[in-house]
């Protein structure tokens, strides 16, 4: 049978109750309750945070509470929030609903933590119930918590958790209801109906109505207090038309009138948003919902059926716990409501525990996982290193035995490295040889060619032959050239204006096309004419001719 375990710790306007749950089977299970006062000056909001930090390590020490828990945080410490947002896909809805945040909330939203529950969706819009807290008291909540030896796990609202223990109480609850928690700060509305959730937080509470006697009385805040709880709970023995009951019942019949006036007005914001019918019962809770006459008032006013709420009607309670089972009932709705989410699909609830110590935690339950995971990591490679170690010395000992064969081998390799070496020496010279040869009878051929193409050009001799080699860094890129430089004797006389220069040209050019019909040129540069001679008186027209060889043919 599977088991889970879970401590809620309910810091809330007044005093702090601290749970251990357990989810057993599909029924969820209260296990340890403890509750300790908040010590500090009510009408000072900054001074909650201090006494909390108290309370909670009265909490560890005294009473024994560690580890991983839940936190929930009051609804007058939150800002909630109904939107309407366009439809879109889960992971850009965060994005828009930031954006009309920003429009609806009185602070920057990079000053707070925020998080966000749907509470409806007709197809074209989402209804978004947007819940935040100031960072820095989020911040101050887990350094209490932490400094208490605590881990908060998660940080919710107490705005829309009893939402959750309505459902584990009523399971098969068709009435539109309305509860209503009355807290000493602030008060909490939650309609539960086919419609869906809407939830609203007022800032009405017991406080209210303690500080309505003090400025009837003339007393202090604290004088006010005492006075309420002796009063309503009959302690405080006052005569028929005593002046004093009279202040105290008025004080108590204007708050009645306040909470009436503002259940009327949550009830009209229900109706237009959620387009619904108005409840037909009205359930209330927490401590300051134990006033005297105020079910009854509320009943009269409100035209419907009121009744005390009851968390524990659907979980069970361990009979050793020794706390009444009245205080239970108005202290325990929010901590069920955070410990009976997991039993829920339609559960609800937020998360203002901020991301970066979500995965600090998360970190830091991984690490005994992790340390496991080192030792192993570092443990692993010890047998394949022994297996390794043996391996090697058995090599080591063939590699031995091969060293001791290599020098007669070395040395064969040397004389097999000296002869292949002379062999490239002689095929070196062969191809020498060889490349005489041919080259010899190349040449040859190519004069025999020169000569039959200067008869053929008549009057024509050649003085000097030249061979002109570059090599570039490519061997593909090497020219080879011959540059000839002859005369061609011109039998007009110089002097006679017969002379014609374009038909000399195309004689030496005629020449030219004949040396490039051999099949050792591959080309030829334009000739070079040098017609100073001619002009001097001499009859010779001294020329020369760039022949390119072409490089596939030996010459």
Same mark, same amino acid.
């Given at each position: 049978?599977?088991?889970?375990?879970?401590?809620?710790?309910?810091?809330?306007?007044?005093?702090?109750?601290?749970?251990?749950?357990?989810? %057993?089977? #599909?029924?969820?299970?209260?296990?340890?309750?403890?509750?300790?006062?908040?010590?500090?000056?009510?009408?000072?909001?900054?001074?909650?945070?201090?006494?909390?930090?108290?309370?909670?390590?009265?909490?560890?020490?005294?009473?024994?509470?560690?580890?991983?828990?839940?936190?929930?945080?009051?609804?007058?410490?939150?800002? %909630?929030?109904?939107?309407?947002?366009?439809?879109?896909?889960?992971?850009?809805?965060?994005?828009?609903?930031?954006?009309?945040?920003?429009?609806?909330?009185?602070?920057?939203?990079?000053?707070?933590?925020?998080?966000?529950?749907?509470?409806?969706?007709?197809?074209?819009?989402?209804?978004?119930?947007?819940?935040?807290?100031?960072?820095?008291?989020?911040?101050?909540?887990?350094?209490?918590?932490?400094?208490?030896?605590? @881990?908060?796990?998660?940080?919710?609202?107490?705005?829309?958790?009893?939402?959750?223990?309505?459902?584990?109480?009523?399971?098969?609850?068709?009435?539109?209801?309305?509860?209503?928690?009355?807290?000493?700060?602030?008060?909490?509305?939650?309609?539960?109906?086919?419609?869906?959730?809407?939830?609203?937080?007022?800032?009405?509470?017991?406080?209210?109505?303690?500080?309505?006697?003090?400025?009837?009385?003339?007393?202090?805040?604290?004088?006010?207090?005492?006075?309420?709880?002796?009063?309503?709970?009959?302690?405080?023995?006052? @005569?028929?038309?005593?002046?004093?009951?009279?202040?105290?019942?008025?004080?108590?019949?204007?708050?009645?009138?306040?909470?009436?006036?503002?259940?009327?007005?949550?009830?009209?914001?229900?109706?237009?948003?959620?387009?619904?019918?108005?409840?037909?019962?009205?359930?209330?809770? #927490?401590?300051?919902?134990?006033?005297? #006459?105020?079910?009854?008032?509320?009943?009269?006013?409100?035209?419907?059926?009121?009744?005390?709420?009851?968390?524990?009607?659907?979980?069970?309670?361990?009979?050793?716990?020794?706390?009444?089972?009245?205080?239970?009932?108005?202290?325990?709705?929010?901590?069920?409501?955070?410990?009976?989410?997991?039993?829920?699909?339609?559960?609800?609830?937020?998360?203002?525990?901020?991301?970066?110590?979500?995965?600090?935690?998360?970190?830091?339950?991984?690490?005994?996982?992790?340390?496991?995971?080192?030792?192993?990591?570092?443990?692993?490679?010890?047998?394949?290193?022994?297996?390794?170690?043996?391996?090697?010395?058995?090599?080591?000992?063939?590699?031995?035995?091969?060293?001791?064969?290599?020098?007669?081998?070395?040395?064969?390799?040397?004389?097999?490295?000296?002869?292949?070496?002379?062999?490239?020496?002689?095929?070196?010279?062969?191809?020498?040889?060889?490349?005489?040869?041919?080259?010899?009878?190349?040449?040859?051929?190519?004069?025999?060619?020169?000569?039959?193409?200067?008869?053929?050009?008549?009057?024509?001799?050649?003085?000097?032959?030249?061979?002109?080699?570059?090599?570039?860094?490519?061997?593909?890129?090497?020219?080879?050239?011959?540059?000839?430089?002859?005369?061609?004797?011109?039998?007009?006389?110089?002097?006679?204006?017969?002379?014609?220069?374009?038909?000399?040209?195309?004689?030496?050019?005629?020449?030219?096309?004949?040396?490039?019909?051999?099949?050792?040129?591959?080309?030829?540069?334009?000739?070079?004419?040098?017609?100073?001679?001619?002009?001097?008186?001499?009859?010779?027209?001294?020329?020369?001719?760039?022949?390119?060889?072409?490089?596939?043919? @030996?010459?």
């Amino acid at each position: 049978m599977s088991s889970s375990k879970q401590l809620v710790i309910n810091c809330g306007a007044s005093r702090i109750t601290a749970a251990v749950t357990e989810v %057993t089977s #599909g029924d969820l299970k209260l296990n340890r309750v403890v509750t300790v006062p908040l010590d500090y000056d009510f009408t000072d909001d900054e001074a909650w945070l201090g006494a909390v930090k108290q309370a909670l390590q009265e909490i560890a020490r005294k009473h024994r509470f560690s580890g991983k828990a839940s936190i929930i945080i009051p609804g007058n410490q939150v800002l %909630t929030k109904t939107i309407r947002i366009p439809q879109v896909e889960k992971a850009k809805r965060a994005q828009i609903l930031a954006f009309e945040a920003q429009q609806n909330i009185p602070y920057p939203l990079h000053e707070v933590v925020w998080d966000s529950q749907v509470v409806g969706d007709d197809g074209v819009e989402t209804e978004v119930l947007f819940i935040a807290c100031k960072s820095n008291t989020i911040d101050e909540i887990c350094r209490s918590v932490s400094a208490a030896g605590i @881990t908060p796990e998660r940080i919710s609202a107490a705005t829309i958790l009893e939402y959750n223990a309505l459902q584990l109480a009523y399971p098969d609850e068709e009435e539109d209801v309305l509860l209503v928690n009355i807290g000493a700060r602030s008060s909490n509305l939650i309609f539960k109906s086919s419609a869906g959730l809407f939830a609203r937080n007022i800032q009405l509470g017991g406080n209210t109505l303690t500080q309505n006697i003090a400025d009837s009385l003339g007393k202090s805040f604290v004088e006010a207090e005492s006075i309420k709880k002796r009063f309503f709970t009959g302690d405080l023995d006052y @005569t028929d038309g005593d002046s004093g009951a009279k202040l105290l019942q008025n004080s108590a019949d204007a708050f009645v009138r306040r909470i009436s006036q503002e259940i009327t007005r949550s009830i009209v914001n229900y109706r237009r948003q959620k387009n619904a019918a108005a409840p037909t019962r009205i359930l209330l809770t #927490g401590r300051g919902a134990l006033l005297r #006459g105020l079910a009854e008032q509320l009943s009269e006013r409100q035209k419907v059926t009121v009744e005390f709420f009851d968390p524990l009607g659907g979980i069970l309670v361990d009979g050793e716990i020794t706390t009444d089972a009245e205080d239970l009932r108005f202290e325990t709705g929010e901590i069920i409501g955070e410990a009976g989410r997991e039993l829920l699909d339609d559960s609800v609830g937020v998360n203002l525990l901020p991301a970066e110590i979500q995965s600090e935690i998360a970190f830091r339950g991984k690490k005994p996982f992790l340390l496991v995971a080192a030792v192993c990591i570092a443990l692993a490679p010890w047998p394949a290193y022994i297996g390794y170690k043996e391996l090697a010395a058995t090599e080591q000992k063939q590699a031995q035995a091969l060293e001791a064969q290599l020098p007669p081998l070395q040395s064969r390799l040397s004389a097999i490295d000296e002869n292949a070496a002379r062999v490239q020496q002689i095929s070196n010279s062969i191809e020498q040889v060889r490349g005489l040869v041919n080259s010899k009878a190349n040449w040859i051929q190519f004069f025999a060619e020169m000569q039959e193409s200067l008869m053929q050009a008549e009057d024509v001799w050649l003085d000097e032959l030249a061979v002109v080699r570059e090599r570039g860094a490519d061997q593909e890129r090497s020219t080879f050239e011959i540059v000839v430089s002859g005369k061609m004797l011109v039998r007009e006389t110089a002097n006679e204006e017969g002379i014609n220069q374009d038909v000399l040209t195309r004689r030496i050019r005629s020449l030219q096309s004949s040396f490039e019909n051999s099949e050792f040129v591959d080309a030829s540069r334009p000739p070079s004419i040098n017609w100073d001679t001619l002009r001097s008186g001499l009859n010779v027209l001294p020329f020369t001719i760039n022949l390119v060889v072409d490089a596939s043919i @030996t010459l």
